[in-house]
């Protein structure tokens, strides 16, 4: 490669550095890119059952310096062999394969990333089973953009979902701006503790005995289902102080084997585990968690790690095209795109159906648009069947669904806007969720979200409504 003569930016460092780790990887060695906080690499070369040559190992460290410019480290290369940590990095569970080379042995290519918030949105994987084989379904609901409506949803989806007899907690992890906690108990019924208190206590190994959910006072219509809620922020004591803010501060910081995405999944586990600690001594089936919008260190982990599906909120406009491109964007070139995808759904909140905006108009250029983006997590590709030939193992089935495949992430779930949810005071108006105009604009929603939660769990109401 030439000397550059423009400068390098953040967005041109990191194509640059893999190209020159597939180069390095080309020669017959495993190789990992380390990015730091500050988005500069090293390149760390497997050299301890291959001997890198002097005149390799200087054409590699120029190459790194002329191309990367400030987007280097002190020490662009680095050999496994002089290292006396080489294990912990290059069989790190937190590097990712480079989605252009074979995972794994001679000529194979990773990258870790170090960075202050966000690192979780690369780290996808599904809630393990509990320890007697069920497992808890958890639905994250998600908005790029704040003002969508997802908390109402979230209220109404429990509600319908306690109405079929599913025992459902709703977790409050929308920290900066709680109010799923208020909409489904009230606030008089609000728990000492909330989600805030448990990331903060178990910090400092302190969580025995926090109070953490409340059963709410909602009566299914038939059937023996349960409504419970873990809020974000609890109702506190009335002899101290409840400092929300001062804990807030706090809760992010990730503390030596106590980093905040492993005490997020304990907080929500927590409160699971005391749901089934309650009157009838059940477990939740399903989780609704209400996450906060943008891209942020609690959507992160929520959408990435906590759940098995996430439902993704937003509006047919610019901007929430341009957040969730780069989400997706940041999913495919971390190698993430066929672990998160499967998870996702799109639901297109607010949609007009007047005689000026027609809801089918709305839906029709909402489904194009989510299609062009979420083309970053789509194959477009062949199955490999050089791999299969030469190792035997199954090609890879593309994941490339139509625009018109009503099953696939990009297609919309509705939610109808109606004028009488603007302003609507739902903590002080009783039974809010039955008016007539609400049940129209979440009807659709209800219908296309339940199955989609519900699908190994079977029917619950009719056989519930029959003891």
């Known amino acids: 490669m030439s000397p550059r003569t423009t400068p390098v930016r953040f967005d041109e460092a990191r194509p640059l550095a893999l190209a020159l780790a597939r180069s390095a990887a080309d020669e017959g060695f495993e190789v990992l890119l380390v990015r730091d906080v500050r988005g500069r690499f090293t390149l760390i070369v497997d050299d301890r059952d291959q001997q890198v040559e002097d005149e390799q190992r200087d054409r590699w460290n120029f190459a790194l310096v002329e191309q990367l410019?400030?987007?280097?480290?002190?020490?662009?290369?680095?050999?496994?062999?002089?290292?006396?940590?080489?294990?912990?990095?290059?069989?790190?569970?937190?590097?990712?394969?480079?989605?252009?080379?074979?995972?794994?042995?001679?000529?194979?290519?990773?990258?870790?990333?170090?960075?202050?918030?966000?690192?979780?949105?690369?780290?996808?994987?599904?809630?393990?089973?509990?320890?007697?084989?069920?497992?808890?379904?958890?639905?994250?609901?998600?908005?790029?953009?704040?003002?969508?409506?997802?908390?109402?949803?979230?209220?109404?989806?429990?509600?319908?979902?306690?109405?079929?007899?599913?025992?459902?907690?709703?977790?409050?992890?929308?920290?900066?701006?709680?109010?799923?906690?208020?909409?489904?108990?009230?606030?008089?019924?609000?728990?000492?503790?909330?989600?805030?208190?448990?990331?903060?206590?178990?910090?400092?190994?302190?969580?025995?005995?926090?109070?953490?959910?409340?059963?709410?006072?909602?009566?299914?219509?038939?059937?023996?289902?349960?409504?419970?809620?873990?809020?974000?922020?609890?109702?506190?004591?009335?002899?101290?102080?409840?400092?929300?803010?001062?804990?807030?501060?706090?809760?992010?910081?990730?503390?030596?084997?106590?980093?905040?995405?492993?005490?997020?999944?304990?907080?929500?586990?927590?409160?699971?585990?005391?749901?089934?600690?309650?009157?009838?001594?059940?477990?939740?089936?399903?989780?609704?968690?209400?996450?906060?919008?943008?891209?942020?260190?609690?959507?992160?982990?929520?959408?990435?790690?906590?759940?098995?599906?996430?439902?993704?909120?937003?509006?047919?406009?610019?901007?929430?095209?341009?957040?969730?491109?780069?989400?997706?964007?940041?999913?495919?070139?971390?190698?993430?795109?066929?672990?998160?995808?499967e998870k996702l759904r799109m639901v297109a909140s607010m949609v007009p159906d007047s005689v000026h905006h027609s809801m089918d108009t709305y839906l029709d250029s909402f489904r194009a648009r989510a299609y062009e983006y979420f083309a970053a997590l789509y194959d477009d590709v062949a199955p490999d069947t050089e791999q299969e030939i030469d190792t035997g193992a199954p090609a890879q089935v593309p994941f490339s669904p139509s625009l018109t495949d009503d099953s696939a992430p990009h297609a919309p779930i509705p939610i109808l806007f109606e004028p009488g949810l603007v302003g609507l005071d739902a903590v002080n108006s009783p039974h809010w969720q039955d008016r007539a105009f609400v049940q129209a604009a979440y009807r659709d929603f209800l219908a296309a979200a339940t199955p989609l939660i519900t699908a190994d769990l079977g029917a619950r109401g009719d056989e519930e409504g029959t003891r």
């Open 69 to 341: 410019g400030p987007y280097v480290t002190g020490r662009p290369l680095t050999l496994a062999s002089r290292m006396f940590t080489a294990d912990s990095l290059l069989a790190s569970k937190r590097t990712v394969p480079d989605a252009l080379r074979p995972p794994g042995g001679a000529g194979s290519v990773r990258l870790l990333e170090n960075t202050v918030v966000g690192e979780d949105w690369a780290n996808v994987s599904t809630p393990a089973l509990e320890a007697d084989g069920t497992r808890t379904h958890r639905t994250a609901l998600y908005g790029f953009k704040g003002g969508v409506g997802r908390t109402t949803a979230t209220a109404m989806l429990a509600r319908h979902l306690v109405d079929a007899g599913y025992i459902v907690l709703v977790v409050d992890l929308d920290l900066e701006s709680p109010g799923a906690g208020a909409l489904l108990a009230g606030l008089d019924q609000l728990p000492p503790h909330g989600i805030v208190d448990h990331l903060v206590e178990s910090a400092v190994g302190n969580t025995d005995g926090l109070d953490l959910v409340t059963r709410t006072p909602y009566t299914p219509t038939r059937g023996f289902g349960e409504l419970w809620v873990s809020p974000a922020r609890g109702q506190g004591s009335d002899d101290t102080p409840y400092a929300y803010v001062d804990k807030l501060n706090r809760v992010y910081a990730d503390i030596p084997g106590a980093s905040f995405a492993d005490r997020l999944a304990a907080a929500v586990q927590a409160a699971e585990d005391a749901v089934a600690r309650g009157d009838s001594g059940r477990r939740p089936e399903v989780v609704l968690l209400d996450s906060r919008a943008g891209i942020h260190d609690v959507a992160a982990v929520t959408i990435s790690r906590l759940c098995d599906l996430a439902l993704l909120f937003g509006a047919d406009n610019a901007q929430t095209w341009a957040g969730y491109g780069d989400l997706f964007t940041a999913w495919q070139s971390s190698g993430q795109a066929r672990e998160i995808r």
